[in-house]
């Protein structure tokens, strides 16, 4: 089982930038997809983007497609979501999970997750 921790989250203004953090123990890092998932207040958790387990292949959400990057170091078991041009609408409560091989092609796949990070975008 692997244990993920995400930070960065924080309060920005339209148009701005955040880069969320999360750092895995446990199992190999380096064996998992690993993807970022977000929910806003009232609404289902949904997929927003992932990364096969070498980082070759990246998935995103269309909503998101441009202005976020998800990337990994598995050197520092870290997997990272680069948000820019942020928008009031990407509020939401962020969360890492880890998924075994084939998890990028099919979010559901998804099994462990963090505690999940604030992020609110103010307009």
């Known amino acids: 089982q692997v244990q993920l921790v995400e930070s960065g989250g924080g309060l920005v203004q339209a148009g701005g930038s955040l880069r969320l953090s999360c750092a895995a123990s446990g199992r190999a890092f380096s064996s998992y997809d690993m993807g970022w998932f977000r929910q806003a207040p009232g609404k289902e958790r949904e997929f927003v983007a992932a990364v096969s387990w070498r980082g070759g292949l990246t998935k995103y959400a269309d909503s998101v497609k441009g202005r976020f990057t998800i990337f990994r170091d598995n050197a520092k078991n870290t997997l990272y979501l680069q948000m820019d041009s942020l928008k009031p609408e990407d509020t939401a409560v962020y969360y890492c999970?880890?998924?075994?091989?084939?998890?990028?092609?099919?979010?559901?796949?998804?099994?462990?997750w963090g505690q999940g990070t604030q992020v609110t975008v103010s307009s």
């Open positions: 999970a880890a998924g075994n091989s084939g998890s990028v092609y099919n979010p559901g796949l998804f099994h462990s």
